[in-house]
């Protein structure tokens, strides 16, 4: 993040969507918190944190130092305003985040706005989330419309997704070709397992895909249940924004074909989440080189570019929020691999990178992944597929929501 230390830092300077500059000279040219910080303290909180220099000029993109004479009362202000619940909604801030810099024979006052967690979102002004709240996008503070600040909420309270019961939903609206092939992979990776032998509702209730509610006095199939075994039409009944999409496309901007394989749920397979990563993962890695490496007398065909893709698609499948509007896409082309999924990174992405630390959007879709060996435990996933990509010479890019490869 840019930090101006002498005047010639200004020619590098450019507002971007974690860098603002605010003149924050006040009304008797002695400084003060300008009115706009506090949407852009909002906006950075809710996206991914931030940077703002007040007392830095900026004109027709030219930056130029104006500087605080009084930062101390600035500062006290600031703290101040943080810490009034009326003002905003919650405070991120440390000493450590308000450092004055010194330009020449000028100070200039340097705020390091965190990203806000899960359960510090919204971050809002005055006292109302609605009409209140703001995200940044590109270099300017943009207000949140009503559904991204009740989703927002939304995500402030419920630790996951996927464990709610679903009414009027059974188990006919499942597609037994689905289960029945996830109990097989089941019991080839874990033989003689006590699960194993259980019937099919039994084995639902141990997955996490049917669940009793004693305080309700209720039960039935699970959102995680449908979702990864489901069938049309009641997969788009439960989720009506549910869609999950697969594109190989050709590289070629002038080509008359969109694309040269699709797999999107079209009538002819379940739609499931299961069935979906089936048919996507072999298309995902039918060309990738397979050197000759022997491991105790066998080849071992699973490279680790093989399995930062398989990781890579399970994640796209699990972090997703499956009530968004946007659908899970994922892309192959010559370029390399893309996976978006709908919904707000629980974590920063830097805490997502260097691994350790995991926030699951639907924990139960994670653990019926994991008991068949997909998936990793503990935050472990991004840094493993970051390893086994880069570990071959090729590129990594996560943008928000979106994995790109």
């Known amino acids: ?238 989720f009506p924004l549910y869609f999950v999409d697969y594109q190989e496309q050709s590289g070629k901007p002038d080509s008359p074909t969109r694309w040269l394989d699709r797999v999107v749920p079209d009538g002819s397979w379940s739609g499931n989440l299961y069935d979906f990563f089936r048919r996507v993962i072999q298309r995902l890695t039918a060309d990738l080189k397979v050197p000759f490496v022997l491991r105790d007398g066998a080849r071992i065909d699973d490279t680790p570019v093989h399995q930062a893709v398989r990781e890579a698609l399970v994640n796209c499948l699990i972090h997703a929020d499956y009530t968004d509007r946007a659908s899970v896409l994922v892309v192959k082309s010559p370029a390399g691999f893309s996976f978006r999924n709908p919904g707000m990174m629980r974590l920063p992405v830097a805490q997502a990178l260097h691994g350790g630390a995991s926030d699951f959007r639907n924990r139960t879709l994670h653990q019926m992944f994991l008991l068949i060996n997909l998936g990793e435990r503990a935050g472990s996933g991004l840094p493993k597929i970051r390893s086994g990509w880069e570990q071959q010479g090729h590129g990594l890019r996560v943008v928000r929501q979106c994995r790109a490869f």
Request: charged share 25%.
């Open 1 to 238: 993040m840019f930090s101006p230390t002498s005047l010639e830092d200004l020619s590098l300077l450019r507002e971007t969507v974690e860098l603002e500059c605010k003149l924050a000279q006040g009304q008797h040219g002695q400084g003060e918190v300008p009115k706009d910080f506090w949407p852009t303290y909002s906006a950075m909180a809710n996206t991914h944190g931030g940077v703002v220099l007040l007392g830095v000029r900026e004109k027709e993109g030219v930056f130029s130092i104006a500087g605080i004479p009084n930062p101390a009362k600035v500062r006290a202000d600031l703290f101040n305003n943080l810490n009034n619940p009326g003002k905003v909604s919650t405070n991120l801030l440390t000493d450590a985040d308000v450092q004055e810099l010194v330009v020449g024979v000028k100070t200039v006052l340097r705020v390091d706005i965190p990203q806000a967690t899960r359960q510090q979102k919204p971050v809002f002004l005055n006292g109302q989330p609605l009409g209140h709240t703001y995200r940044r996008l590109n270099e300017g503070d943009r207000l949140c419309d009503g559904d991204t600040v009740k989703r927002m909420l939304a995500e402030q309270l419920e630790d996951s997704h996927d464990v709610r019961i679903l009414e009027g939903l059974g188990l006919d609206d499942l597609d037994r070709d689905s289960l029945r092939a996830y109990r097989n992979a089941f019991a080839v990776h874990r033989p003689g397992h006590p699960w194993v032998g259980l019937d099919d509702l039994a084995f639902l209730r141990m997955l996490g895909g049917w669940r009793e509610d004693k305080t309700l006095g209720r039960a039935g199939l699970t959102a995680a249940g449908l979702l990864m075994f489901g069938r049309w039409p009641a997969l788009p009944d439960a």
